[in-house]
Structures are given as structure tokens and as C-alpha cells.
T-cell receptor, first 116, second 113 residues
């Protein structure tokens, strides 16, 4: 299957700083990328959907000014957690899909963010 | 809204044991159902899927049948191997493909030799 690389795998940052997580499709062009978040003992929850070259669509309850998503190229999407706080500590996972609709999405390995 | 409930574990089995991971869902309409697996240090991988009632998805010895009457999609394998140690996620999508997936909490399986 296609490969999606997420970087970094884990990061620790101080409260108030910003953290950028990258999601790259290595062997295909991703027209659509998804960002998920998983709190301890909870389900993976979709945060936002981004299409290359357009603004991301955020799910209800997700602050778009806090979680900045950029999908400027067909192989790279970034999630920036701005002014991070301890409650933002979570596991963030991206997935990428090649065609606009109805095809399998491939997942990155996830990023463990800890805000201290 | 849509939701998925699955066994949470963790579960530890001996090699060649029978595995069942229960998954039930709540959804309007006719969602597609998925099982994803995450091996240590890797991303989630699609294990199998079913898109309509009574469909059976199968892969790598795993099977799951889409049961609309019981809103279930239980994962089974007759004889697990050490290499099956991973976290298993049940998920649904009401948009046909793997768009806007709704996941269960995941279940960690450890298989001992």
C-alpha cells in the first residue's frame, strides 16, 4: 500500500509554544488529507479535512485558530498547534487519500504531543 | 450521531488461540464498516472492510461480517500468531469510502508464543 510519513513521532513542548506536525504522502499525490486526535482511552476523532490548495474544513468543536492546517502541496499537509497547553497533549494522526472520493485513505504512524 | 463501540482490552492470548473482537455501531443509513490494525511503530492499516449488509470482509486469516440486524461487525481469527500483536480499531464511514471515519477506542492484542 501507499506510504504516509508523519513527523515527528513524538514531541514535548512548553506550554504557550507552537508545534508543527508534518504529514507527507511519499509515493502518491494526496488530494485530501485528514487529521485525527486521540485522547487517552478515547476514540480517534476527526479534527479536520483538508484539500490541496483550499482551506481546511474543521469538525464541530475544533478551534481552527488553534489548530492551523496547511495543505499547500499534493504531498504535504501540516498541523500547527498554536499556543499549546497541557490539555492539547494527545496523539495526532494524519491520513491521506489520492482521489477526491471513495478510495482508501492511508495513515501516518502518529505523533505523540506532550505539553508541559 | 454515529458511534462505534468495541472491546477495549488489552487482551493477551497464546499463539493459535481463537480471537474475537466485538464491535457494534450506531449510525443512520447504511454505513461502510472497517477494521484497521496498527502494528508497533507503524500507521493504521486497513485490515478489511464491508460496504453492505451481510458482506464478509476477510484478509490475513481475519474475517468480519456486516450484521445489520445486530449492528455488529465482530472481528475473528481462528488461530492467532505472534505477528498479530497490534492495536485493532473498528470504524465506520457513512460516506462510502474511508472519508470521515468514526473509530472505536481500539484494542491492544498481545499474542505470546
Amino acid at each position: 500500500g501507499a506510504v504516509v510519513s508523519q513527523h515527528p513521532s513524538w514531541v514535548i513542548c512548553k506550554s504557550g509554544t507552537s508545534v508543527k506536525i508534518e504529514c507527507r504522502s511519499l509515493d502518491f499525490q494526496a488530494t485530501t488529507m485528514f487529521w485525527y486526535r486521540q485522547f487517552p482511552k478515547q476514540s480517534l476523532m476527526l479534527m479536520a479535512t483538508s484539500n490541496e490548495g483550499s482551506k481546511a474544513t474543521y469538525e464541530q468543536g475544533v478551534e481552527k485558530d488553534k489548530f492551523l492546517i496547511n495543505h499547500a502541496s499534493l504531498t504535504l499537509s501540516t498541523l500547527t498547534v498554536t499556543s499549546a497547553h497541557p490539555e492539547d497533549s494527545s496523539f495526532y494522526i494524519c491520513s491521506a487519500r489520492e482521489q477526491p472520493t471513495n478510495t482508501e485513505a492511508f495513515f501516518g504512524q502518529g505523533t505523540r504531543l506532550t505539553v508541559v | 450521531g454515529n458511534s462505534v463501540t468495541q472491546m477495549e482490552g488489552p487482551v493477551t492470548l497464546s499463539e493459535e488461540a481463537f480471537l474475537t473482537i466485538n464491535c457494534t455501531y450506531t449510525a443512520t443509513g447504511y454505513p461502510s464498516l472497517f477494521w484497521y490494525v496498527q502494528y508497533p511503530g507503524e500507521g493504521l492499516q486497513l485490515l478489511l472492510k464491508a460496504t453492505k449488509a451481510d458482506d464478509k470482509g476477510s484478509n490475513k486469516g481475519f474475517e468480519a461480517t456486516y450484521r445489520k440486524e445486530t449492528t455488529s461487525f465482530h472481528l475473528e481469527k481462528g488461530s492467532v500468531q505472534v505477528s498479530d500483536s497490534a492495536v485493532y480499531f473498528c470504524a465506520l464511514s457513512d460516506q462510502g469510502g474511508s472519508e470521515k471515519l468514526v473509530f472505536g477506542k481500539g484494542m491492544k492484542l498481545t499474542v505470546n508464543p
